[in-house]
């Protein structure tokens, strides 16, 4: 069984067992995150919110917390402006226990 379900406003498609990288969330890492938020349930019988599915939810462990590479930013302009700036984005890894519908 696999669902759809919008974490902090981006949709991802899981499934038991699975590993996702989510935008950053304000947990300990080895706590456990319910999402109510499914908006699709996929496998024997589908079922598709409006716009979301009752009683549906998925379950999932944050495994850590860490951040991506670094984006490189460079701005130039004729003569001698330049300036460099770099980003990491922080995110969360978890791993997906169960979709319940």
């Not at 938020?37 to 549906?56: C, H, I, M, N």
Request: aromatic share 6%; net charge positive.
């Amino acid at each position: 069984m696999y669902g759809v379900v919008e974490i902090q406003g981006h949709q991802y498609r899981v499934e038991a067992g699975m590993t996702i990288d989510v935008q950053k969330l304000d947990q300990e890492a080895g706590s456990t995150v319910e999402f109510d938020k499914v908006l699709f349930v996929g496998g024997e019988s589908a079922k598709v919110g409006a716009p979301t599915v009752d009683g549906a939810k998925v379950v999932a462990e944050v495994v850590r917390h860490d951040r991506s590479r670094k984006v490189i930013v460079f701005k130039r302009k004729p003569g001698k402006y330049q300036k460099k700036n770099g980003h990491r984005q922080h995110f969360t890894t978890l791993k997906i226990k169960e979709v319940k519908a």
